[in-house]
Each structure stands twice: as structure tokens, then as C-alpha cells.
């Protein structure tokens, strides 16, 4: 180890110093250390949430499709029209479509739309939304479908346009048992 001695005017006394070398060397590798350790956590802070647990690319795909146009939705001035957020058969309206079909069912859980989702634009009881599910009951009986009523059922609503037209998950003890869309045909 490279030392010399020199006198600290300020003490007035000798003090040993280590090589300038060797202080630089350590000062960059502390540094490197402090940001490499800064930015994994803001990495993981920001795109990672240990309850979205989804193996398939295409889902993580339409999550994050979904986020930035539900930001960019959310950001748009009253009284703009934005064809791809608000528009028929728009970015958003195909997002949250097939995040429906993906997300809409068993073993999916509450929990895990949340973590990947973000917190739903709104939440109903049964009693909140029975004036909303006629079109999601007829389409069940179109399908063939055996509409079973649920115990403790939470609906999980995100918006496409407001309340005129909006995309549900349906929770049963946690569990998304089914998902469905209110249309205002407006």
C-alpha cells in the first residue's frame, strides 16, 4: 500500500495519507456499488409486483399495453376525443378485451388482477351491480351458459369509457370465478 505523509495545515500536525490512487479506486468502486443497488430496487419498485403472476408473454404484453393507455386515458383533457383510448374497437377496447378472456376465470385471483391491473376504477356488491348484469346474464343464456348466483360476490370494474362502458372481474371469495362488459349502446 502506497502511503506518504504530509502536514495538514489546518491540524498543524503530520498526517499519513493513503495514494490518491488508491482513495479514487475505492471511491469509484463505493460508488458503482451504491448505484448499481439504487437502480435494481427502483427497477423492481416500478416493474415488478410480486402478486402479478402471470407465465404467459402475451398477458405480460397486454398489461403493460393496458397500463400505459389506462395512464394515458386518465391524463386526457375533458372534452378530448383520443380514438385509441375512447374510440370504437380502439387500442383500449381490444386490451381490455383480451384481458378478459386471458384474466376473466379460475386460477386467477382477485389479488393477482389488482397486482397486475392496478386498483380497479371502481368496486361493486351484487346488489350494486344488478342493474348492470341484464346484458352480461343474456349473453350467458345466448352461450348455453347455467347462470348460477354467487355467495360474496365483489366486482372488480375497469373502465373503458366511464361508466357507459366498462369491463368487470367477478370475485368469489377471492377466487375470479367470470368476467363480463356493460355496454351503455349509447
Same mark, same amino acid.
Given at each position: 500500500?502506497?502511503?506518504?505523509?504530509?502536514?495538514?495545515?489546518?491540524?498543524?500536525?503530520?498526517?499519513?495519507? #493513503?495514494? /490518491?490512487?488508491?482513495?479514487?479506486?475505492?471511491? &469509484? @468502486?463505493?460508488?458503482?456499488? @451504491?448505484?448499481?443497488?439504487?437502480?435494481?430496487?427502483?427497477?423492481?419498485?416500478?416493474?415488478?409486483?410480486?402478486?402479478?403472476?402471470?407465465?404467459?408473454?402475451? $398477458?405480460?404484453?397486454? @398489461?403493460? !399495453?393496458?397500463?400505459?393507455?389506462?395512464?394515458?386515458?386518465? !391524463?386526457?383533457? %375533458?372534452?378530448?376525443?383520443? %380514438?385509441?383510448?375512447? *374510440?370504437?374497437?380502439? *387500442?383500449?377496447?381490444? $386490451?381490455?378485451?383480451?384481458?378478459?378472456?386471458?384474466?376473466?376465470?379460475?386460477?386467477?385471483?382477485?389479488? &393477482? +388482477?389488482?397486482?397486475?391491473? *392496478?386498483?380497479?376504477?371502481?368496486?361493486?356488491? /351484487? /346488489?350494486?351491480?344488478?342493474?348492470?348484469?341484464? +346484458?352480461?346474464?343474456?349473453? #350467458?343464456?345466448?352461450?348455453?351458459?347455467?347462470? =348460477?348466483?354467487?355467495?360474496?360476490?365483489?366486482?372488480? @370494474?375497469?373502465?373503458?369509457?366511464?361508466?357507459?362502458?366498462?369491463?368487470?372481474? &367477478?370475485?368469489?371469495?377471492?377466487?375470479?370465478?367470470?368476467?363480463?362488459?356493460?355496454?351503455?349502446? =349509447?
Amino acid at each position: 500500500m502506497d502511503t506518504y505523509r504530509r502536514i495538514d495545515r489546518s491540524a498543524g500536525f503530520p498526517v499519513s495519507v #493513503l495514494s /490518491e490512487g488508491f482513495v479514487m479506486k475505492r471511491c &469509484i @468502486i463505493s460508488l458503482a456499488l @451504491i448505484l448499481s443497488v439504487a437502480g435494481i430496487s427502483d427497477a423492481k419498485s416500478k416493474d415488478y409486483n410480486e402478486s402479478c403472476k402471470v407465465a404467459d408473454q402475451k $398477458v405480460a404484453a397486454l @398489461i403493460n !399495453q393496458y397500463k400505459e393507455l389506462r395512464a394515458r386515458r386518465r !391524463q386526457l383533457p %375533458k372534452g378530448n376525443f383520443d %380514438k385509441e383510448v375512447s *374510440g370504437s374497437g380502439g *387500442g383500449l377496447y381490444r $386490451v381490455l378485451s383480451s384481458l378478459g378472456a386471458e384474466l376473466g376465470h379460475p386460477p386467477y385471483t382477485k389479488k &393477482i +388482477i389488482v397486482g397486475c391491473l *392496478g386498483e380497479p376504477d371502481a368496486m361493486r356488491s /351484487e /346488489e350494486q351491480m344488478s342493474k348492470f348484469l341484464e +346484458i352480461y346474464r343474456r349473453e #350467458l343464456r345466448k352461450a348455453g351458459r347455467k347462470i =348460477e348466483d354467487g355467495r360474496d360476490r365483489k366486482y372488480l @370494474i375497469y373502465f373503458w369509457r366511464g361508466w357507459h362502458d366498462f369491463l368487470f372481474f &367477478i370475485s368469489e371469495g377471492g377466487v375470479i370465478v367470470d368476467h363480463g362488459w356493460w355496454f351503455a349502446y =349509447e
